[in-house]
């Protein structure tokens, strides 16, 4: 049976296919309408899945009516009906359990505890769970939960809004900009201000405090918010996984769970709520899906990866538009910005060639058997979705990859990690300079959504004066 999951009304819109334990494809709305963090299903993107899939049953992240209900008591609602979704839901689901699916049933767990935190849904903000596999399906039992209006997803993004930066959209910029302050400055009034109702914001807040002690201080106060949570799950179950915006905070969860030395733990590769649209879809059979990579999306050809790695070699940056596309936030190497990592100025000359902020740092993407060379690997997770920020152990080599706290948000990538295109990029790089770092990011400007399809690629080559190697 084909299920359609789709996440659709807040923000980061997205679908899902799935048939049994097969996942068909995935992606982001934002790719197809071109609108950043678009909360509406894009009209090309329907008709791309009404055009290509049989659906039998969709599948709605959550539950329209109790979200309702939850706007009602904030005082939030105008008085006008829902907007229609893009189609009609045949079953819908609490948020926080297909958040929770998108990480359990792509894990390789049996069982597991699983730790769900992010903005709101309906009421629950914070959520831990007991899962298990019985019968060959996924079981959930909630064992505790925190609800609105605490939120520690609505704390983080009230603070983004407090330093004049885009809540719902640049929290990630929030948490680079943490390593140029002194997070202990505001440690009692960041704490204090956790347990209010930070749901409209909080512009008033310290006023006289600089941009940078703002987001130093509230990332600590979310550091030790999610260890505490990990140390608590930990005492349930060693295999831990965890889904909900929140857990894209990678500073905070590798802060958590870097001393946790009998944990295993599964991040949900996509784990804000456009990934919520595979949860819900692979909560109708509540089958383990067959997770083998993010790459979900709209397909373009392959292409030679040695020509890549020569081009990079001669001119230090290169794009890269092959294969299908990332379904996550993350690009990985299939819609990429590739660059030379062994100077201090490809940092600069990254930002300026996307628009961001000169402090802002970049991720690197490593060959597996070096890995450990250059990064603090951690012994709970193969670092393959850029989850973790860990520290560099070789940071003069790669100056442009390491952050000002001499950490880095590092991707490794082996010649079994199904990211055969990338591998074979760092393979030929590798041969050419004896390093097995690249930079990569993503293939898009600042503020707009990661390039898609071929148009998308033509335009930003023209625009930007960057070869990008795509067939077509």
């Not at 260890?227 to 894209?248: E, F, R």
Request: aromatic share 10%; proline share 4%.
């Amino acid at each position: 049976m084909q299920v359609l999951g789709y996440s659709e009304g807040f923000h980061d819109a997205a679908v899902a296919v799935v048939d049994g334990a097969d996942i068909l494809f995935a992606a982001h709305s934002e790719r197809y309408s071109k609108v950043k963090g678009d909360k509406t299903i894009s009209p090309l993107l329907k008709q791309y899945i009404d055009n290509n899939y049989n659906i039998e049953c969709n599948s709605f992240y959550e539950k329209p009516w109790l979200k309702r209900l939850r706007q009602f008591r904030a005082g939030q609602l105008n008085w006008r009906l829902p907007r229609e979704l893009a189609w009609k839901p045949s079953v819908t689901h609490y948020h926080h359990l297909s958040h929770l699916a998108s990480a359990f049933q792509t894990s390789p767990f049996d069982d597991a505890v699983g730790i769900v935190v992010d903005a709101i849904g309906e009421f629950d903000t914070v959520s831990i769970w007991k899962c298990k596999y019985v019968n060959g399906k996924a079981t959930y039992k909630r064992i505790w939960s925190r609800k609105y209006p605490f939120s520690l997803g609505l704390f983080y993004s009230a603070m983004t809004q407090r330093v004049g930066l885009k809540p719902m959209e640049e929290e990630y910029i929030l948490m680079g900009m943490a390593a140029y302050g002194k997070s202990h400055l505001y440690k009692k009034e960041m704490t204090a201000q956790l347990n209010e109702n930070n749901h409209k914001g909080a512009k008033e807040f310290l006023l006289g405090a600089t941009d940078e002690d703002i987001a130093a201080s509230a990332q600590l106060v979310i550091n030790r918010a999610i260890h505490q949570l990990v140390h608590h799950a930990i005492k349930i179950n060693s295999n831990i996984v965890v889904a909900g915006g929140v857990s894209l905070n990678c500073v905070a969860m590798h802060y958590a769970c870097r001393h946790q030395l009998k944990a295993n733990v599964w991040i949900a590769p996509n784990p804000g709520d456009a990934g919520a649209a595979l949860g819900a879809a692979a909560l109708v059979e509540r089958k383990r899906l067959n997770w083998t990579n993010s790459f979900l999306g709209y397909e373009l050809p392959e292409i030679d990866p040695k020509p890549v790695a020569e081009h990079l070699n001669a001119h230090g940056i290169a794009g890269v538009a092959a294969g299908k596309a990332e379904f996550g936030a993350r690009a990985l190497g299939n819609r990429s910005l590739l660059a030379d990592p062994r100077t201090a100025k490809m940092k600069k000359q990254v930002n300026t060639i996307k628009k961001r902020q000169k402090f802002r740092p970049f991720a690197p993407v490593v060959l597996e058997e070096h890995a450990e060379e250059y990064f603090e690997i951690p012994r709970y997770n193969r670092c393959e979705y850029m989850q973790f920020a860990v520290r560099c152990k070789e940071p003069k080599k790669i100056p442009a990859v390491v952050h000002k706290d001499g950490t880095s948000r590092v991707q490794v990538v082996g010649k079994n990690s199904n990211n055969k295109q990338m591998f074979e990029i760092l393979q030929h790089w590798y041969k050419l300079t004896g390093c097995p770092v690249l930079l990569n990011t993503s293939l898009n400007i600042k503020g707009q959504p990661m390039i898609n399809d071929l148009e998308d690629v033509k335009m930003f080559e023209q625009k930007h004066a960057i070869k990008v190697f795509y067939d077509g």
